[in-house]
């Protein structure tokens, strides 16, 4: 399965509910995948009404930039978050009346940047964070059909591969070189390429370390969106994908230097996906578990 059908099956299982209508964003040319510009501004005025309010702050000042067309290589693009397969759109959805579906409270704050200490520029950012159960929340939709490489900047290599470094790695030289690459194979994944984003991982990682007493426990959550189909081939595709991205979470989380370096700072990790026909309030009834440790 490719991208482009994934988002065909989610913009499918919209369409059945709100009708074709309610897509296409027309800029120089249309984009399908896309809801329209009346239909994402009547999300945006609901996001904008005194009980989301602060959460679309958050969102018209993360660093993200979600809210507002894009300038790209060939033109103007449309708002992230107006994809039908927008990450941070289904966060918020997931997310935006409670996570009581993760175990934590009322409060969420979402675009939540998590400094790794001595390391400057833009922070991590984190799609969402849980403070009554110190949870960090990083969501996923149609992101898994990118291919994945870790590929780090060169700033981060004493955190890796530095004397004393929190995942038990060997101490090696510092290359003379602006980024580094390292092999998936190192944290249990013998692929050239990943469904998952490990490189953004360890920096989610090392952002959470940075944050909080070693002592204090904490959580990292990956957050996944599976959407469900009447097709059965669709369905059976789908549930392949998500089976090979279970596969490599379950061996990262699972990988000695992973495991040394959550058990040095007490952070656990999980992996759970919304299971619905469309992006909606997360709850342990439309919640399937994928890898825990």
């Known amino acids: 399965m490719k991208k482009k059908q994934f988002d065909a099956i989610i913009k499918q299982n919209l369409s059945t509910i709100y009708g074709e209508a309610c897509f296409g964003y027309v800029l120089a040319k249309v984009y399908d995948a896309y809801y329209s510009r009346e239909a994402f501004g009547a999300f945006l005025s ?9 959460y679309y702050q958050a969102y018209a000042k993360g660093k993200g930039s979600e809210l507002k067309e894009q300038p ?4 103007v693009t449309p708002p992230k978050m107006a994809s039908v397969a927008s990450s941070s759109r289904f966060c918020y959805l997931a997310l935006r009346d409670g996570a009581s579906g993760l175990g934590g409270g009322s409060r969420v704050q979402f675009e939540h940047a998590c400094r790794i200490q001595g390391i400057f520029g833009t922070a991590p950012q984190l799609d969402a964070y849980i403070p009554d159960k110190n949870i960090y929340v990083e969501a996923k939709c149609h992101e898994i059909f990118d291919l994945h490489t870790i590929k780090m900047a060169t700033k981060y290599w004493d955190y890796l591969y530095g004397r004393g470094n929190d995942f038990g790695l ?27 984003d490990i490189k953004q991982f360890l920096c989610h990682l090392l952002g959470i370390a940075s944050q909080k007493h070693r002592a204090e426990e904490a959580s990292l959550v990956y957050l996944f969106f599976k959407p469900k189909t009447q097709t059965e081939d669709s369905r059976k595709e789908i549930d392949e994908v998500f089976l090979r991205l279970q596969q490599e979470i379950t061996a990262l989380f699972r990988s000695a230097h992973i ?5 040095k700072h007490n952070i656990a990790l999980s992996a759970i996906a919304e299971y619905a026909e469309v992006m909606e309030p997360l709850t342990t009834q ?6 825990s440790v």
């Open 259 to 263: 495991t040394a370096f959550t058990a």
């Open 72 to 75: 790209g290589k060939y033109g």
């Open 286 to 291: 439309n919640t399937i578990s994928l890898v």
């Open 170 to 196: 060997p101490v090696l030289e510092r290359p003379d070189t602006d980024t580094f690459v390292i092999p998936a194979a190192v944290f249990g994944i013998d692929k050239s390429h990943t469904l998952f």
């Open 46 to 54: 609901e996001m904008q009404s005194e009980k989301y309010a602060p």
